[in-house]
Structures are given as structure tokens and as C-alpha cells.
């Protein structure tokens, strides 16, 4: 469980997150609509774990190299934003639960289910 300083920086990282990636001009990122889903910093502030949900993307591989060759733009804007003593390396990771979420719920909308209507 994170400390509650360490929960705070995680919540601010995710907001300037969120703002940041939107502005990224590299056409390898905007795939489709990003948003950021989690956040985790190390304890050292070292390193932060950024978990991205993507709808509409196109091709994994590409937008990861995007996210890589933007990331010292990324790195250095999050430390002019948020004035840490350390600014934390991100570390990009794809979520898939949202796409799984709505894929699911696909599934059970087009399940054909009669109702008993002598029950009611």
C-alpha cells in the first residue's frame, strides 16, 4: 500500500499525464482516444508505471515506440509541472480491460434472453 505522500504524486502524475499525451504531435501516438488508468511510482521516485487505455488503436508496436521516443519530452514537461526533487522516469504499459470491458458487454447485449413474463 502506498504512502499517502507517494498516493498523491501518483494522482498528480496522472493528471499532467493525461494532459501531456494529448499534446504529443507524433502521429505513431495519436492512434485513437488515450487515457491513463493507473499510476504507480516506486518508492525511490525513480521510476513511475503509467497504465494507458487506447480505444481505436491501430497498432501496438508502433504507438509504444511513439510513447518511447516521446518520453524524455514526456519526462521533462512532468518535472516543469509538478516540481518534484526527482521526476520520475515513465515507464509505459498498454491496459486492455476497458477493450475487454466493452467486448464483454458485447457479448452479453447480444445474448438472446426471454423472459418469463408469468413470473412477474
Known amino acids: 500500500m502506498p504512502s499517502n505522500k507517494l498516493a498523491r504524486t501518483n494522482d498528480d502524475i496522472q493528471l499532467v499525464m493525461s494532459k501531456l499525451l494529448r499534446e504529443i504531435k507524433d502521429p505513431r501516438v495519436?492512434?485513437?482516444m488515450i487515457s491513463v488508468t493507473r499510476v504507480e511510482t516506486t518508492g525511490d521516485m525513480r521510476y513511475c508505471k503509467i497504465w494507458l487505455s487506447v480505444m481505436g488503436l491501430q497498432?501496438?508496436?508502433?504507438?509504444?515506440k511513439g510513447l518511447k521516443s516521446a518520453s524524455g519530452w514526456l519526462r521533462r514537461e512532468l518535472g516543469n509541472s509538478l516540481k518534484l526533487r526527482n521526476t520520475p522516469e515513465p515507464v509505459f504499459e498498454?491496459?486492455?480491460?476497458?477493450?475487454y470491458g466493452a467486448h464483454i458487454n458485447e457479448i452479453i447485449s447480444s445474448l438472446d434472453i426471454k423472459h418469463d413474463e408469468d413470473e412477474e
Do not use: W, Y
Open 30 to 32: 495519436n492512434q485513437g
Open 94 to 99: 498498454i491496459d486492455h480491460s476497458i477493450e
Open 59 to 64: 497498432n501496438e508496436k508502433e504507438f509504444k
